[in-house]
């Protein structure tokens, strides 16, 4: 796992990241690995699959279409890119 260094944090900042930390019942570095995951990994974020598996319900797809566009569908391996 990678670490990180925080240099010059205002002495305001890490008397809250302290009391943060006690408040939640852990040491400020775990306060601080928190905060950047919620940051940087929000609750919100839109995942790929559920984004086209509420596509395909809005569109109104059923089973059996996916089941028709899998007997249509070209199944052959594409051919390799050949750069020249």
């Not at 990678?2 to 400020?28: E, K």
């Not at 598996?53 to 566009?69: E, F, M, P, S």
């Amino acid at each position: 796992m990678a670490s990180i260094t925080v240099r010059n944090v205002p002495d305001d900042v890490h008397r809250a990241l302290r009391v943060l930390a006690v408040q939640h019942g852990r040491s400020a570095e775990a306060e601080i690995r928190d905060i950047l995951e919620r940051a940087v990994k929000p609750a919100k974020r839109v995942r790929l699959g559920d984004a086209l598996a509420a596509l395909g319900r809005k569109a109104g797809l059923t089973n059996d279409d996916i089941a028709a566009i899998d007997q249509i569908r070209d199944q052959s391996p594409a051919k390799p890119i050949m750069f020249e």
